[in-house]
């Protein structure tokens, strides 16, 4: 709260660039119930506008809004913006990738290809912000031209299942997955030998979603194997698999990695790439006791047990990754822009898990998300307002 107000009269005096929060300047509560995070994400939305550059002005930037600051009509022209990319043909040449019907398989055929290289890797936390700025893309192409949500686990810390975002209604990204009652827990098979036992309980559906606006969509590509030998980009899996979406929206993805507290430490407690990346994916050669970090949890929040969203090579099918993914994005976001010219670096190397070992990735060093974005430097995709690619700030 201290923060809160010291923010707005930072603000006011033109004097936001100069605040450096530490976690001491939060109390327990205004942590705990995302006031904090509020707060930093106002910081560092103050601070991206003192850098725009390029084309990117503040009157054509994008805002990132969370699900709930969305009206109801607007919600449901985005919901229709996704059901026009589900409608439109695939541009792959035909027969590379027969599973891929839709420009929706496309998209999804986009991050499966390149699973094996960008996670784990020095590139996982910029090829998903070009991965969603291309999907916000064609959104636009598709009328949505506002600002891609995204969803604050914080708000769901009491089940997702209880959340607007999955209520199953016209303006939901579609309800839980049908319950299937009487499931095991999963012990998550980190290859890490000194990771320790990740126990995942069963969540509130497990089955097929037969609520809201996507229960006609279909998972066609995969599943993929995510072996050893990943990184060349997959030949299995491309077939068409037609199958309903499963989900099994899980309180405790939230509850145990994804809470306010998880994000706003994540935030304050890094001062370099290494430690943020490493701890916001939960890499098990670094951070063996905490090896799901809030993309873990985000992800394991939908898809729980069996379902799409937790599937690392084909989650993009499930219509919430891209709110989820969001939400680590703005993250990042709001961390990077606390100290944006000491925050523009990688750590890591560009295969999973260095599987097989290769060497360091530099920001000279390029991306791509085929066939829909050239390839770029990750040194472009650091500062979203610079207009070359990226015009956006969260909100
Ligand atoms: C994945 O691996 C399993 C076990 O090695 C194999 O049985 C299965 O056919 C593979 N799936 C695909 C799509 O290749
Ligand atoms: C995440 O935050 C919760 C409190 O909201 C805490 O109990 C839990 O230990 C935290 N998880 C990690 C990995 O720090
Ligand atoms: C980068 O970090 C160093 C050390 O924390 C600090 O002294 C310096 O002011 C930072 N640079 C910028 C541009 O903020
Ligand atoms: C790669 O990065 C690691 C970690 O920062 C470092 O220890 C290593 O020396 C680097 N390797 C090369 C070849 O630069
Ligand atoms: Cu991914």
Excluded at 170 to 191: A, M, V, W, Y
Excluded at 285 to 311: E, F, L, Y
């Amino acid at each position: 709260m201290k923060l809160l107000a010291g923010y707005f009269l930072l603000q006011a005096a033109g004097l936001a660039a100069a605040v450096r929060p530490k976690l001491e300047d939060f109390k327990q509560k205004a942590i705990d119930s995302g006031l904090a995070l509020k707060a930093l994400n106002g910081i560092a939305l103050a601070k991206a506008f003192t850098k725009f550059g390029g084309t990117c002005k503040p009157s054509n930037v994008k805002y990132r809004r969370e699900w709930r600051s969305i009206s109801k009509a607007d919600r449901r022209k985005f919901i229709a913006a996704v059901k026009c990319i589900m409608t439109k043909p695939s541009s792959l040449p035909p027969g590379e990738v027969p599973g891929a019907k839709s420009l929706y398989d496309d998209i999804v055929w986009a991050h499966a290809r390149r699973s094996g290289l960008v996670h784990n890797s020095a590139t996982f936390l910029l090829f998903h912000r070009y991965y969603l700025y291309t999907y916000e893309e064609e959104l636009a192409k598709c009328g949505w031209t506002s600002g891609l949500p995204y969803w604050e686990w914080g708000l769901d810390i009491a089940g997702p299942h209880l959340s607007p975002v999955f209520d199953g209604s016209d303006t939901s990204l579609g309800g839980d997955g049908e319950f299937i009652p009487n499931r095991q827990p999963f012990k998550i098979p980190f290859i890490d030998p000194l990771t320790p036992e990740i126990i995942v309980q069963p969540g509130t559906g497990g089955g097929c979603v037969t609520t809201g606006p996507f229960v006609d969509h279909r998972v066609r590509l995969g599943p993929f194997n995510m072996t050893e030998t990943f990184p060349v980009e997959p030949e299995d899996g491309r077939e068409d698999n037609p199958r309903c979406l499963l989900r099994d929206l899980n309180k405790g993805g939230i509850e145990r990695w994804a809470s306010f507290r998880n994000s706003t430490e994540l935030i304050l407690g890094y001062d370099d790439i290494f430690g943020f990346h490493v701890n916001a994916e939960g890499d098990p050669r670094w951070v063996p006791q905490k090896p799901m970090g809030i993309h873990g949890g985000g992800h394991s929040a939908i898809g729980g047990i069996g379902g799409h969203a937790g599937d690392p090579v084909i989650s993009p099918y499930d219509p919430a990754f891209w709110l989820t993914h969001g939400q680590l994005d703005r993250i990042y976001w709001i961390w990077q822009m606390l100290d944006l010219p000491n925050r523009s670096d990688v750590f890591g190397t560009g295969t999973w898990l260095n599987i097989p070992p290769s060497p360091n990735v530099t920001v000279e060093d390029s991306i791509d998300v085929l066939p829909h974005q050239p390839s770029r430097k990750l040194k472009e995709l650091m500062n979203s307002v610079t207009g070359s690619p990226f015009c956006f700030v969260y909100v």
